[in-house]
């Protein structure tokens, strides 16, 4: 069993959809989670990060957390063309995956937002 | 400021062969990692440098895989005798290094995208 299980998708929604992302993992030591962005031929770039269990909103994005699922989301409302992308999770903090700069990244999940 | 660069951004060769890959961090920061991106895969950690400390090597796939971390700022991750499934992009992050217990962003390179015929 991966440490970090994601949809790849391809998710595709019109514009001004609201769209959900998942992740779920199976260490329940991990403290940090993050979700990154990666547009087509760049490397990915931190959008998000929460500690702990709870929601963070930014904008037209909010992350959720549930430790005892097991279970991290990204939200984006009123979705734009631009939000066009691939959104990695990412996991940190756990010793047990080695230390607190050490993150275990989901596969992706590939979004596509239509006009 | 200068992000976290890569070289080459494309490099195409023939199994067997081996291929240096150039990882150029931002300016001060002491942590370097090394990922492997493949097709529908996520970010594979290969190799992580911090500081003088001992490298983690632990993602490293086989022994054709090495890297080096020269005077604490440029690497260079290098494959021998490239094979077709070490065909992938190929991403270099860096970061500074905060107080223990506290997340320390990575900041990524564009990546070399690397593709073995």
């Known amino acids: 069993q991966k440490e970090v299980e994601q949809d790849p998708g391809p998710l595709s929604v019109p514009e001004g959809a609201i769209v959900s992302l998942n992740c779920t993992y199976s260490n329940s030591a991990f403290q940090y989670f993050m979700w990154y962005r990666q547009y087509s031929r760049k490397g990915p770039e931190l959008l998000m990060y929460?500690?702990?269990?709870g929601n963070k909103e930014d904008g037209r994005f909010t992350a959720q957390v549930d430790k005892s699922s097991k279970y991290i989301s990204l939200f984006i409302r009123d979705s734009q063309p631009s939000d066009s992308a691939t959104y990695l999770c990412?996991?940190?903090?756990?010793?047990?995956?080695?230390?607190?700069?050490?993150?275990?990244f989901g596969a992706g999940t590939r979004l596509a937002v239509h006009p | 400021g200068a992000g976290v660069s890569q070289s080459p951004s494309n490099k195409v060769t023939e199994k067997g062969k081996d291929v240096e890959l150039r990882c150029d961090p931002i300016s001060g920061h002491t942590a370097l990692y090394w990922y492997r991106q493949s097709l529908g895969q996520g970010l594979e950690f290969l190799i992580y440098f911090q500081g003088n400390s001992a490298p983690d090597k632990s993602g490293l796939p086989s022994d054709r895989f090495s890297a080096e971390r020269t005077g604490g700022s440029v690497s260079t991750l290098t494959i021998q005798r490239t094979q077709q499934e070490d065909s992938a992009v190929y991403l270099c992050a860096s970061s500074s290094m905060g107080l223990a217990g506290t997340l320390i962003e990575q900041f990524f390179g564009p990546g070399t995208r690397l593709t073995v015929l």
């Open positions: 929460t500690y702990s269990s």
């Open positions: 990412a996991l940190g903090g756990s010793r047990v995956s080695g230390g607190y700069n050490k993150l275990i």
